[in-house]
């Protein structure tokens, strides 16, 4: 295999945001968590002491959504409910961007939002993921082309203090041209956009459109560190049927040039 086991464990970060998530849910994803040793749960505010107390002792961080899933709350709003996400036991913190006032260019209050939240973060040592939500970015704004913008809400996010930039909420969803709504995440194209328009202080992570083991090794291969998933535990599984059957090969093909020396 190209990445050894932790190194792709240790990007997940296992998604449990669904808005019909009861605490059985929450239970059983936070022990699937710890049981396949990924890098965090990322959950909603209310749950965090809860699964902060489950996975106590895991190696299993615990990451909370701040303004999720639109962005719309006041800042100060994001900074108190940062500052109660990190009291009960948060170490990282996926906020997501004001989308309207960054669309209108109102390129100041986006910058004093996403620093409030990173002081408030740091403050308690914990870290902060800023999502952009791309499904929302595709025509651009503010008189910039969509690629333009994203590259100035990586400058914006890394000038307050972001410690990753993120894709997406997975619950970005648009209109179609059929009227159905969908999204499409994390693509290629936009993790390489923002891997390359951050320092190497800041980390990218994808979210969205992630669901197998392929998808999470390109995610990897292109510069980012964490992936959102739900489906932690058929990419893990692959992973571990891939590794088995190349031991296995590796070890008949070791057999054959064995035999094949007159060992036999």
């Known amino acids: 295999m190209k990445y050894i086991y932790e190194q792709l464990a240790k990007m997940i970060d296992h998604s449990l945001l669904h808005p019909t998530m009861t605490d059985q849910e929450l ?25 902060a107390e489950l996975l106590k002792g895991s190696g299993v961080l ?6 999720f899933p639109h962005g719309n709350s006041a800042t100060e709003s ?15 913190i996926d906020m997501v961007i004001n989308l309207g006032k960054a669309l209108s260019g109102d390129w100041a209050y986006v910058e004093r939002d996403i620093q409030a939240v990173c002081d408030e973060a740091h403050k308690h040592g914990a870290k902060v993921k800023v999502i952009f939500e791309n499904d929302y970015l595709t025509k651009g704004g ?9 590259r100035k809400l990586c400058q914006i996010s890394e000038r307050a203090g972001a410690d990753w930039v993120k894709t997406s909420t997975g619950y970005g ?6 009227g159905s709504y969908n999204y499409k995440g994390a693509t290629e194209h936009d993790l390489a956009l923002m891997r390359a328009s951050c320092s190497a202080r800041v980390q990218v992570k994808a ?18 560190t964490r992936c959102g998933a739900t489906a932690t535990a058929a990419m893990l599984e692959e992973y571990r049927r891939r590794a088995a059957a190349e031991t296995t090969g590796a070890a008949a093909t070791a057999s054959a040039g064995h035999l094949g020396k007159g060992g036999y």
Not at 27 to 34: I, K, P, S, T, V
Not at 36 to 49: E, L, M, N, T, W
Not at 208 to 224: H, N, P, Q, Y
């Open 78 to 92: 994001k900074r108190y409910e940062s500052e109660l996400a990190c009291r009960d036991g948060a170490a990282e």
């Open 173 to 178: 969803f648009v209109k179609q041209a059929d």
């Open 142 to 150: 503010a008189g910039l082309s969509s690629d333009d913008f994203k």
């Open 207 to 224: 979210a969205g459109g992630v669901r197998d083991l392929d998808g999470l090794i390109k995610v990897r291969d292109l510069g980012a």
């Open 27 to 51: 239970e059983d994803g936070c022990r699937l968590a710890a049981k396949y040793g990924v890098a965090s749960v990322c959950i909603k505010p209310y749950a965090v002491k809860r699964a």
């Open 62 to 67: 615990v990451g909370a959504v701040i303004g």
